[in-house]
């Protein structure tokens, strides 16, 4: 009797789900290290310190490196499904959430949290479209490229 290889055990719905939660993990990981390796960020309304020690970095980045090992060893033995993606796409996606979530956040949605004062719409909404504009910008540069 021939024995199962081992991307055999897997059915196409399994072998999808375990992609995907590779995947999931491996953007993760890549997410982790270059905040790590960052020092930090400052916007307007949040600011971001990297209290992380020079040592713990270090070793948490050997620990990815494990980590994307396992993963790849995984993704041969079990004949998991690769995607290609790219950068623009993300970027549109991640665009138009920016979009949505200000949108969102015009005058008239507020009122979920409680009577808006009148003349906030004329005074925040016109700021929030020019916010979109600029989203929207971006996203037709994107399409372009």
């Known amino acids: 009797m021939k024995e199962k290889v081992k991307e055999d055990l897997l059915n196409e719905y399994q072998r999808r789900g375990l992609s995907s939660t590779f995947r999931i993990l491996e953007e993760m990981m890549c997410e982790i290290e270059t905040l790590i390796n960052s020092d930090g960020f400052r916007g307007n309304l949040i600011v971001t310190e990297n209290d992380i020690l020079l040592q713990s970095r270090e070793e948490i980045v050997k620990k990815i490196q494990l980590v994307r090992e396992k993963v790849s060893h ?28 200000l949108e969102g956040s ?22 929030i479209d020019a916010i979109i504009n600029l989203i929207t910008e971006m996203e037709n540069i994107l399409k372009k490229h």
């Not at 995984?74 to 949505?100: G, P, R, T, V």
């Not at 004062?117 to 016109?126: C, F, I, R, T, W």
């Open 74 to 101: 995984l993704s041969k033995q079990f004949a998991l499904e690769m995607k290609q993606a790219k950068l623009s796409s993300q970027i549109l996606a991640d665009l138009s959430y920016c979009w949505e979530t």
């Open 106 to 127: 015009k005058a008239k949605r507020l009122r979920g949290y409680g009577e808006v004062e009148e003349g906030l719409e004329k005074v925040l909404d016109p700021q």
